[in-house]
Nanobody, 114 residues
Framework: VQLQASGGGLVQAGGSLRLSCVAS???????MAWFRQAPGKEREFVAS????????NYQDSVQGRFTISRDAAKNTIALQMNSLKPEDTAVYYC?????????WGQGTQVTVSS
């Protein structure tokens, strides 16, 4: 499976961005997630969504501000990010998981200015 993330950019604190990840290769059999990595920090989990789209999980710090969704017809997952904070600044990555195998897309930079 190949993953292509997009939608990052520069936004002021309090603003919104919508990230998208297009998956190829029948990726919608896969459990999907977003991770992020800030400079000097380890990559961390942000949000996930299961194959049916009915089960979603979020990191506590983004709960209520970020929403993950998937569109099976378009082979796309999205991360709607509202009320952004400077601490949300990071490179965001999408990940597809099937069994014990993870596939990663290239990252997209999100920068939130104060």
């Amino acid at each position: 499976v190949q993953l292509q993330a997009s939608g990052g950019g520069l936004v002021q604190a309090g603003g919104s961005l919508r990230l998208s990840c297009v998956a190829s290769g029948g990726a919608f059999r896969y459990h999907m997630a977003w991770f992020r990595q800030a400079p000097g920090k380890e990559r961390e989990f942000v949000a996930s969504i299961n194959q049916s789209g009915l089960r979603k999980n979020y990191q506590d710090s983004v709960q209520g501000r970020f929403t993950i969704s998937r569109d099976a017809a378009k082979n796309t997952i999205a991360l709607q990010m509202n009320s952004l904070k400077p601490e949300d600044t990071a490179v965001y990555y999408c990940r597809a998981t099937y069994g014990k195998v993870d596939y990663w897309g290239q990252g997209t930079q999100v920068t939130v200015s104060s």
